[in-house]
C-alpha cells in the first residue's frame, strides 16, 4: 500500500479548486501519551458556499513505531494563499 504525506494531500487538494483552507491543529492532553488528540477543520468549497469538515486523529492511533518525523516536525502547519 502506498504512503503519502500531508504534503502530497494538500498539493492534491489545491488542485480540485475546491480547497479552501485549514485551520491550525488544536491540540489538547498530555503529549505523546495515548489519548493526545489533534483537531483540524479543512475547508472545501460545495457549491459556492465554504464548508469546514472537522476531524480529530489521536496519538495511540496515528504515530508510528519509528517517530523520526515526529520528532523533527511536531507541530508543522502550512498556510495556502
Known sequence: MPVTSIDYMRSRAAMTQDYAG???????????????????????????LRCGFTATARWSEYKPDHDFMWLKMPHRRYRWI
Open 22 to 48: 485549514q485551520d491550525d491543529a488544536i491540540f489538547t492532553g498530555t503529549p505523546k501519551t495515548a489519548d493526545f488528540p489533534a483537531t483540524v477543520t479543512v475547508y472545501r468549497t460545495v457549491h459556492a
